[in-house]
């Protein structure tokens, strides 16, 4: 059972950024897909942004180029960088692992775009 372990989250003013970052209990082999999705009170968990082992990303379209994927092998960590937030970012934002049938969620994490 992997354990995914999301830090990086906080409070920030608008146009700044954050860092999210994900962290795996134990390697990720292929294929597999990685992903970040957000939630606000009372809505649907969305689709943030998309990295899959073979090198192919998307984004929502409320992303609009302001946020970046990655994921670091050698680390099992897997990162969200969030730049230009707005107000309307503010979410929590979970990261999710998709290996082969198994899917794993990590808890959750505040990020908040407010002055």
């Known amino acids: 059972q992997v354990q995914l372990v999301e830090s990086g989250g906080g409070l920030v003013q608008p146009g700044g950024s954050l860092r999210l970052s994900c962290a795996a209990s134990?390697?990720?082999?292929?294929?597999?897909?990685l992903e970040w999705y957000r939630q606000t009170p009372g809505d649907q968990r969305r689709l943030v942004a998309q990295?899959?082992?073979?090198?192919?990303?998307d984004y929502g379209e409320f992303v609009s180029g302001r946020f970046i994927i990655s994921f670091d092998n050698a680390k099992n960590t897997m990162a969200l960088q969030m730049n230009n937030l707005k107000p309307e970012d503010t979410a929590i934002y979970y990261c999710?692992?998709?290996?082969?049938?198994?899917?794993?969620w990590g808890q959750g994490i505040q990020a908040t775009v407010s002055s």
């Open positions: 999710k692992i998709s290996v082969l049938r198994d899917t794993y």
């Open positions: 990295l899959t082992s073979g090198g192919s990303t």
């Open positions: 134990e390697s990720i082999f292929r294929p597999y897909i």
